[in-house]
């Protein structure tokens, strides 16, 4: 079987003695937009954490192009969570600055030519997500989803290959999350991303998803119901042009 | 009827409001005084406002023999210790606390290390800085930064870790390095705290100045006050300590404002 962008192979992870996942495998291919559903407590942050670097599997293999994965998190995958996903004390232009920035070595910051490059990058980035009306301003001044597409806009100008959504749009009004997820759909086809997006909003899933895991537990036991973890319980292909068709409410 | 903790005073009674206890207290005093000197004219206890005049007018025009004008030397000298003891701490601070706060490695070893040191009574290690540095500038100052500079220190530290993991996670995402993280995010993160916590070790700073002082120097706020003690001139004495409480209340509003202006970003709302 060829190799897959991102594959696990009979993942665990336990806390203690509360298993969280069992048995997980799975495989994601390059350019699906994947998303994970489940009820809370599923394990599907833990799994997303994984894919983060934050947390490595007790027991199975998570792979990244048949590579382990690497334990830290780093520029190969990028992230939005559903809060505190921009920096508080940069304005809109300079969060989006900042996912040039940070890589330079000695101060974090550019200067001269290379700034106004990176100017230049970060206007464009965001005219596209619709905030070149609001570079000026601090996060705090913004709507929360004015503030999820600056957290759009600042990971993908870093240009990973990987996004991670841990419920990005949980906290948005229905019209917003509308616009967001026609926002992130489109995005995802220009730059050519693979998207793994967690939401406990199955609507939401089937909305935006060509692929859809359902995370949960295959064995339960009522005296002690931590004793099982969770895996993958459908994996259902979404063969559509994923377009966003229902505001989701 | 409003529940109390509902009710706001509209602003011109606030203000009237927040003189009247100052107001009470002159009156307090003016009155005692005049009663004590009406008993005994010599009564050094309370002095009348026409003394303390007297008393300020010769501590603020320059002395007979050198020259200087007292008050001026006296706040010269003590502010410039304040000013340096209070620059080191924050920046010791600033280090350790980020380092302690951004850095397992660093933290496993020194924090526990450093959170006893913040322990330490200050005013007991007085005689053993007297011993070590001499009873000049530097064991005052000493004196200052160990009182000062660990607490700010591990006020930062908790800072540090109060910063969302999100945010730190995300930096990394976007290809930070340690270092880049320190200077990039952590770092203007915690500077309106370092701000706040200076402001709050202020009062701490001045209590250890004074002490200093008091034991062992030539001039000085902390130094005149002890020295007039001696024939009970409560002249001197009282606009002394309202001078220096001027001066804290002053220190305190500057660095409030700096923080106001350095940092629009703060304390706006939820934030992001």
């Known amino acids: 079987m060829s190799q897959s962008f991102i594959e696990a192979k009979n993942v665990w992870k336990r806390y203690g003695g509360n298993v969280v996942l069992e048995r997980l495998s799975l ?36 792979l990244l192009n048949g590579a382990p994965l690497p334990t830290e998190p780093d520029a190969s995958r990028g992230v939005v969570f559903q809060r505190y996903s921009v920096f508080p004390h940069l304005t809109v232009l300079g969060n989006v600055l900042l996912g040039l920035e940070l890589k330079a070595p000695l101060l ?18 965001l005219e596209r997500v619709g905030l070149a009306g609001a570079a000026g301003r601090y ?15 600042q990971s993908l100008i870093a240009r990973p290959r990987l996004l991670l959504l841990d419920e990005p749009f949980g906290a948005l ?31 939401e899933g089937f909305a935006l998803g060509t692929r859809l895991f359902v995370f949960d537990k295959v064995r339960v036991d009522a005296q002690a119901p931590h004793a099982y973890g969770s895996r993958v319980t459908y994996d259902l292909p979404l063969h559509q042009s994923a377009t966003p068709k229902l505001a989701v409410a | 009827m409003k529940r109390l903790i509902n009710l706001h005073p509209p602003r011109l009674p606030a203000l009237l409001m927040a003189l009247l206890p100052f107001v009470l207290v002159f009156f307090v005093y003016v009155t005692a005084s005049n009663e004590r000197l009406a008993a005994n004219p010599d009564d050094k206890i309370l002095p009348a406002m026409t003394t303390f005049s007297r008393a300020i007018q010769k501590m603020t025009s320059p002395d007979p023999r050198s020259g200087q004008v007292i008050l001026w030397l006296d706040t010269a000298s003590s502010l410039e210790r304040l000013g340096t003891a209070i620059g080191i701490s924050a920046l010791l601070g600033l280090v350790l606390g980020i380092s302690l706060g951004a850095v397992p490695l660093f933290s ?29 500038e530097l064991s005052k100052i000493v004196l200052i930064v160990f009182g ?51 402001r709050l070790s202020l009062g701490a700073a001045w209590l250890f100045l004074i002490a200093a002082e008091a034991i062992a120097s030539t001039d000085g706020l902390g130094y ?20 220096i409480t001027a001066l804290a209340y002053l220190s305190d509003r500057c660095l409030a404002g700096i923080g106001r202006l350095a940092f629009p970003w703060h304390n706006r709302g939820a934030g992001a």
């Open chain 2, 108 to 136: 496993a070893g020194f924090s526990s290390f450093v959170a006893s040191l913040s322990m330490i009574p200050p005013m007991a290690v007085l005689p053993i800085l007297f011993i070590c540095f001499g009873l000049g």
């Open chain 1, 27 to 62: 495989r994601i291919e390059e350019g699906e937009f994947c998303v994970i559903v489940g009820a809370s407590g599923c394990g599907k942050t833990t799994f997303l954490r994984m894919l983060l670097g934050e947390e490595t599997p007790d027991q199975g293999q998570l």
């Open chain 2, 148 to 198: 000062v500079a660990p607490v700010i220190a591990r006020d930062l530290q908790g800072r540090v870790q109060e910063i969302p993991r999100e945010l730190l996670i995300k930096a990394q995402t976007l290809g930070a390095s340690s270092w880049t993280i320190v200077v990039r995010v952590i770092l203007p993160l915690v500077l309106p705290r370092l701000i706040e916590a200076v």
């Open chain 2, 224 to 243: 005149r006050i002890f020295l007039v003690r001696r024939y009970l001139a409560m002249d001197v004495i009282l606009p002394y300590v309202i001078w």
């Open chain 1, 173 to 203: 009004d229905p019209g917003i999350r509308h616009d967001m997820h026609e926002l992130v759909t489109a995005l995802w086809r220009e730059q050519g991303l693979t998207v793994v997006m967690i939401t406990h909003d199955i609507k």
């Open chain 1, 108 to 125: 974090g910051r550019f200067f001269g030519a290379s700034r106004r490059k990176a100017r230049t990058a970060a206007s464009e980035m």
């Open chain 1, 139 to 153: 996060p705090a001044e913004l709507s929360g989803g004015m503030q999820q597409r600056l957290a759009l806009a």
